[in-house]
């Protein structure tokens, strides 16, 4: 392999593998003593309940509580290393200790906690150390290591160009290693696609605790990375990305709805509108109700749509006016501002001047318990469809819930499904995620906003994509099926949710897997399986 990469340290190949199956052989042997004496070389990196720390760095990435209750199962230890040679011996040692389960943690932002929860004994190994960043602004790539966030890539970023960009996410502390691995999408989608289709080489540490990169790893490996989800097939150090290029002024429009002002009518022309839009202009809803959003008393849902524009505003304004006019943007609605200062518009909800620093934070603004849901459309809702989920954002059972109303079209429908694992392409209007908070940890009161959101979910069944009902893997959702459930084969019940989120790929990531991983190694509750044992 080639080392040409400044992010990879030279001193990482010299460490003797054994024979693969040794770990199968030696799996009886799981003693959690024997394991850290087998970690002893690198010590400096491990935290087990014996180090103060260890639970300030345990928690430090979790960022929904509802996996971090006392009765949430902890990891014998936590490993953050600082050479990729770290990782390579904690893959070993695990191996010979064959019973622990790897979890990989890139920014802890799993929505169902798979990156540093698990029914078996395990460790994290958490990549908060391995979090660089270079950015070649001659060539327009960079390598970042899968520690870093998105907010520190858009810092590092726009601190050596305000015209280039990466088609990240909304939320800058969401982690790089886990938001690529499962496609990653943000305002730019319908520009220039998502994360995925804009990564031209990796790093990848595999179940033998070899790096490789893309030569390396063959073609296969590096198509399956690339949206096939986080913690199945490796982990993967470093993505070098391709960043794209945005105009020094863009447009952001924030405009918010309420039922008085027609919200409900108006969603309902969105969805003939969006997606055919000049590839340039994302325009998204983002639907807000719950407790939260009572008025004087009264449930008071709020439509707020977003515009972001790659161009100036009178431009923006003269394509709305021509394709709907209806929702009424005007020039006070709107901001002309750098990509960079529209990321953070967007995070807030509405101008700031916010120093860019704020994009370097780790943790979420959302502090408290959540639940994800994902849903794709692809024939416009009927408008009783909408009054009905416009009844159900009226709940006061519920603190706060946001549906995140996603339009694709543009790049999105320009890439093959097969191009990538991600196959949500041409035939879907938008995107649904249906997201739950609340901050209150009783059982009671977590069991009443699961109870929501799987009632709007199973609501919208009649609406939304069918056979399979398509799911977005980043929006990782338990419900819809785990590996192990009612006794049956590993792989028939994992292609219930497989074909789910990646339809026909989901045979060909199989394919791939049962090559790369045979025994299995890197595993979760949705982890790719291998088709039988060797
Ligand atoms: C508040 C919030 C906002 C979000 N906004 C967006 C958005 O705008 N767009 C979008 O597309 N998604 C969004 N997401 C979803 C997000 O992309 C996924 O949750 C993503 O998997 C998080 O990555 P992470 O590294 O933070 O998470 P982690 O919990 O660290 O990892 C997620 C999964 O990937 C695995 N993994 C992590 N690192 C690696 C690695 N280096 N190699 C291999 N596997 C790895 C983990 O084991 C786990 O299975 C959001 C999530 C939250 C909570
Ligand atoms: C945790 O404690 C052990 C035993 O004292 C020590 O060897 C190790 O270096 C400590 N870990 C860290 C990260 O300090
Ligand atoms: C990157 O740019 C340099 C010149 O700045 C050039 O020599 C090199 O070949 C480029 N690399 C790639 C991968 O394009
Ligand atoms: C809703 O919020 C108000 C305060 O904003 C609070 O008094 C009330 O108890 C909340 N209702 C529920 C059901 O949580
Ligand atoms: C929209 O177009 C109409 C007719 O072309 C024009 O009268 C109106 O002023 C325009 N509105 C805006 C906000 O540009
Ligand atoms: C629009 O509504 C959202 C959610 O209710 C709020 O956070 C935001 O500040 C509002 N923005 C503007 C520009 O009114
Ligand atoms: C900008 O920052 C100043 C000082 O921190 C503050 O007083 C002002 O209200 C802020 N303006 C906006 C629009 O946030
Ligand atoms: C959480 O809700 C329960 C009722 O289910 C209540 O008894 C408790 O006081 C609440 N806790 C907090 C911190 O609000």
């Known amino acids: 392999m080639k080392l040409s990469s400044p992010l990879i340290p030279l001193t990482l190949s010299f460490i003797l593998l054994s ?90 932002h799993d929505f169902e906690g798979l990156s540093y929860v698990a029914h078996h004994p395990f460790i994290i190994l958490d990549l908060i150390n391995l979090r660089s960043i270079s950015i070649d602004v001659k060539n327009n790539t960079a390598w970042v290591q899968s520690g870093a966030t998105v907010g520190e890539l858009y810092y590092k970023i726009a601190e050596k160009s305000r015209s280039l960009a990466f088609p990240a996410g909304v939320c800058p502390s969401v ?21 995925v289709d804009n990564v031209l080489d990796a790093y990848l540490v595999d179940a033998n605790g070899e790096v490789h990169d893309r030569e390396s790893m063959g073609e296969d490996l590096f198509w399956a990375i690339r949206g096939g989800g986080g913690g199945s097939f490796g982990i993967v150090v470093a993505w070098k990305l391709r960043l794209v290029l945005v105009p020094e002024t863009v447009t952001i429009c924030i405009s918010n709805k309420t039922v008085k002002d027609g919200a409900i009518d108006l969603i309902y022309e969105w969805q003939y509108v969006a997606d055919k839009l000049d590839e340039n ?7 807000n109700g719950g407790n939260i959003s009572s008025e004087g008393g009264k449930p008071n849902p709020t439509a707020s749509f977003i515009s972001l524009f790659l161009g100036k505003a009178n431009k923006l304004l003269s394509i709305l006016n021509k394709t709907f006019p209806q929702l009424g943007v005007t020039k006070k609605d709107c901001t002309q501002t750098s990509w960079i200062e529209s990321a953070l518009i967007v995070i807030n909800g509405s101008p700031t001047n916010n120093s860019l620093r704020t994009l370097l934070n780790r ?45 694709y079209g543009g790049k999105m429908c320009k890439i093959f499904d097969f191009e990538t694992p991600f196959p949500h392409r041409a035939g879907n209007l938008y995107m649904i995620g249906y997201l739950v908070g609340w901050e209150n940890q009783s059982k009671e009161i977590e069991e009443r906003h699961l109870s929501w959101i799987r009632e709007i979910y199973n609501y919208m069944t009649p609406f939304v994509s069918k056979f399979p ?22 792989h028939d019940q994992a292609s219930i949710w497989g074909f789910k ?24 509750e949705q982890s790719i399986p291998i088709l039988s044992p060797p």
């Not at 982690?175 to 994360?195: D, H, N, Q, T």
Request: charged share 20%.
């Open 19 to 108: 024979p693969y199956p040794l770990w199968v052989v030696a799996s009886s042997n799981n003693k959690p003593q024997a394991f850290l004496q087998c970690l002893s070389s690198i010590s400096k990196v491990i935290y087990s309940p014996i180090n103060s720390s260890y639970f300030s760095v345990l928690d430090f990435s979790i960022q929904n509580l509802r996996f971090s209750k006392p009765e949430t199962p902890k990891p014998i230890a936590i490993i953050t290393p600082i050479h990729v040679s770290q990782i390579q011996v904690a893959i070993i040692c695990s191996r010979t200790h064959g019973s622990l389960q790897i979890r990989t943690r890139s920014g802890g």
């Open 175 to 195: 982690g790089i290693g886990g938001f690529v691995s499962g496609g990653g999408y943000g305002y730019l989608l319908r520009k220039y696609g998502l994360a």
């Open 281 to 287: 202009l994302y325009l998204g809803i983002l639907l």
């Open 363 to 407: 943790k979420s603004q959302s502090v408290g318990s959540f639940k994800i849901k994902s849903d794709y459309v692809q024939q416009p809702m009927p408008l009783d469809a909408i009054k009905g989920i416009w009844e159900r954002l009226k709940s006061q059972d519920v603190k706060a819930t946001t549906l995140d109303i996603v339009p």
């Open 469 to 490: 009902r398509a799911a977005y893997v980043n929006y990782r959702d338990l419900d819809i099926g785990t590996n192990t459930e009612y006794g049956k084969t590993s």
């Open 501 to 524: 989120y990646f339809d026909k790929n989901f045979n060909r990531l199989v394919h791939v897997k049962t090559k790369v991983d045979p025994y299995d190694f890197f595993r979760h």
